[in-house]
């Protein structure tokens, strides 16, 4: 079946230094694939996606690119911020045969200290 | 108006009680979702409506109980609940099942079993 692996955290950084996260995936088909961000207290927001081989999703400075040939999609950001601090997970969807549920890794907790 | 809106944000329930768990989108969503969060973990799914029927049950407990009253309503009716059930409850929805769209996630329901 689908799955998502993503890095343990925490991951603790300070501020502007540089982030990446892993993620890799294992899928049957073509899935699309998501950054979701929860900040304390809340549901989980789409941070960016991708849904083709070389794409590059971003969004308020997080870059994303979906890696075929290495079925990754690391999530980065050049200088992060303290508001930043929340937990990111990657996901998955794959249709065209399969279900459309997504299916999340375990999550990575991000801390920034000032 | 891209919310989706969950209530109560907290409630705490003894083992006996009987409450219900609302959610409401009005993106004209026709795939409405509820998941189980438990701290540091990633969102299990428990129930799918597609079309206001429901599609998938992920083997829950009978003493939780989905309703989708209209297209843009999903209840999680809650009986005689155990304590290893308190966790944050989140709503989701998205275009239909059958894509690969993102999901727009409430900001859950905090549920403390006592």
């Known amino acids: 079946g689908d799955s998502v692996t993503q890095m343990e955290g925490p991951v603790t950084l300070s501020e502007e230094a540089f982030l990446t996260i892993n993620c890799t995936y294992t899928?049957?088909?073509?899935?699309?694939l998501f950054w979701y961000v929860q900040y304390p207290g809340e549901g989980l927001q789409l941070l960016l996606k991708a849904t083709k081989a070389d794409d590059k999703g971003s969004n308020k400075g997080f870059e994303a690119t979906y890696r075929k040939e290495t079925t990754s999609f690391h999530l980065e950001k050049g200088s992060v911020q303290v508001s930043d601090s929340a937990v990111y997970f990657c996901?998955?969807?794959?249709?065209?045969?399969?279900?459309?549920?997504?299916?999340f890794g375990r999550g990575t907790s991000l801390i920034v200290h000032p | 108006d891209t919310e989706v809106t969950q209530t109560p944000k907290h409630l705490v329930m003894g083992m006996t009680n009987k409450k219900s768990l609302k959610c409401e989108q009005h993106?004209?969503?026709?795939?409405m979702y509820w998941y189980k969060q438990k701290a540091k973990k990633p969102p299990e799914l428990m129930f799918v409506?597609?079309?206001?029927?429901?599609?998938i049950n992920e083997s829950v407990p009978s003493r939780f109980s989905p309703e989708c009253p209209n297209s843009s309503l999903l209840n999680l009716h809650l009986h005689a609940l155990q304590p290893e059930d308190s966790a944050l409850y989140l709503c989701?929805?998205?275009?239909?099942?059958?894509?690969?769209?993102?999901?727009?996630f409430g900001s859950g329901t905090q549920l403390s079993v006592l």
């Open positions: 409506y597609s079309y206001e029927k429901l599609s």
């Open positions: 989701a929805s998205s275009p239909g099942q059958g894509t690969n769209e993102k999901l727009f």
């Open positions: 993106m004209g969503h026709r795939a």
């Open positions: 996901a998955l969807i794959e249709g065209s045969g399969g279900s459309y549920i997504p299916t």
């Open positions: 899928a049957t088909g073509y899935p699309s």
